[in-house]
């Protein structure tokens, strides 16, 4: 667990200042397994000793990790915890913790960029010109859609959900959301939104954006019976997490015509992109970086290193997503 008497914990990844500083306070930490990504093995063989894993989402941390002996804690550097199984740390009586908060504002802002610049055609319009095909005005030239006054349709109305409509009000957008769990009627009102049910937010959207976690419940939310109901000049903007689309479907609808584009910043099998988006040019591939600024980022690395400093003190850390583990 220690040596010289100190915690040790092992940090998956780099992190940004003033994480490294946080946590080396704290314990002793290793850095950087060689090899990385590693599977779950590789994990396990890298933390044996350690009370603590700093993960980052591309982390696998599953039963095999979380047995490990005399672990307390696993802090992941990001909202999204899908990639630990939590049910397998509560099992094995070790913390898992997350960074809420400090990445709505830039995740909303990321989504509404993709928003407009597939509905404007931003990138393939940047390429274009810089190609030399831009070789005087044309009426029919890189139409795009409308946003101002155009409906939105939020699928979870979480924080980030909230934060993209409150940016859409800008645009006069009509705003429709959907969400199992209904919001308080002030929050509703709040975001200016009205709650539907799945289908009917598919069908009068022109523009739908995911702002759900990954669980058996949305995985493959979005699916081709989604697609089917889209407008065919609809736009999908996904900034969640890969899995909740059925990203065959989407290529299938994409090429049918059953919607007009997609903003992606996620993947079904990330790092990788369906080899069927990449020579489309009416959609957007971002490379999950929706909350990569650097304020945000520096700020998920504080919240990280602190919340692991406190499981390692024997506390509580502030953002736990198994309380139970902890009373
Ligand atoms: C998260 O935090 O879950 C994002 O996907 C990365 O910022």
Known sequence: MSTGGRPRVLLMHPILDPGPSILAEAAEVVAYPPDRP??????????????????????????????????????????????IDVAAATAHKVMVTNTPGVLDDTTADFAFTLLMSAARR??????????GQFRGWAIDMMLGHDIFGATLGIVGAGRIGRGVAHRAKGFNMRILYYDPQPLPREAEEQMGATRVDLGRLLAESDFVSIHVPLTKETYHLISSAAFNMMKPTAILINT??????????????????????????????????????????????????????????????????????????????????????KK
């Open 38 to 83: 590693l599977d779950e093995a590789g994990i396990r063989q890298a933390a044996e000793g350690c009370v603590g894993i700093v993960s980052q989402l591309m982390d696998p941390i599953r039963e095999t990790v979380l047995s490990t002996p005399g672990l307390k804690c696993v802090s992941n550097v990001a909202v999204g915890f899908d990639n």
């Open 122 to 131: 931003i990138v393939e319009a940047d390429s274009f010109t810089r190609s």
């Open 240 to 325: 969640s997490r890969g899995p909740v689309v059925d990203e065959a479907a989407l290529v299938a609808a994409l090429t049918a015509k059953k919607l007009a584009g997609a903003g992606l910043d996620v993947y079904e099998r990330e790092p990788a992109v369906h080899p069927g988006l990449l020579p489309m040019p009416s959609v957007i591939l971002a490379p999950h970086i929706a909350s990569a600024t650097v304020r945000t980022r520096s700020e998920m690395s504080a919240m990280a290193a602190r919340n692991m400093a406190t499981a390692v003190r024997g506390g509580r850390p502030p953002n736990l997503v198994n309380p139970e583990v």
